[in-house]
């Protein structure tokens, strides 16, 4: 059974940093394209970053200059680390893991920042 699992996220002030982790069991992990989403309450989950199996990167625009995504393949594991957090950045992070047509999905870890 495939396990995909999020840590790293909590409570954080205005301007500070978290780095978010997910790992998973997934024996092709090194072909997926990897991806963290974000929900915040009353909204639809939101692409914030991904990256290729070749490492090419894509971020949304709200996040762009300030969270980075990284990969490693040999832990299968995809990291984010976010900087310059706003309150805008509450919410729900999920880690979505896409081979071919299906995206394996973790449970979410939660980020709030707020002073």
């Known amino acids: 059974q495939v396990q995909v ?14 780095r978010l982790s997910c790992t998973a069991s997934l024996k ?6 990897l991806g963290w989403y974000r929900q915040a309450p009353g909204t639809q989950r939101e692409l914030v970053a991904s990256i290729t199996p070749g ?6 625009g709200s996040v762009k200059g300030r969270f980075t995504i ?10 984010l680390q976010m900087n310059s957090l706003k309150p805008e950045d509450t919410g729900v992070y999920y880690c979505g893991i896409t081979i071919l ?7 979410g870890t939660q980020v709030t920042v707020s002073s």
């Not at 990284?70 to 990291?79: F, G, M, P």
Request: aromatic share 14%; glycine share 16%; net charge negative.
């Open 28 to 33: 092709n992990f090194n072909i997926g394209t």
């Open 5 to 18: 699992v999020e840590s790293g996220g909590g409570l954080v002030q205005p301007g500070g940093s978290l």
């Open 70 to 79: 990284s990969r490693d393949n040999t832990e299968k594991a995809v990291y």
């Open 55 to 60: 490492a090419a990167t894509n971020y949304a």
């Open 101 to 107: 047509t299906y995206t394996y999905w973790g449970v």
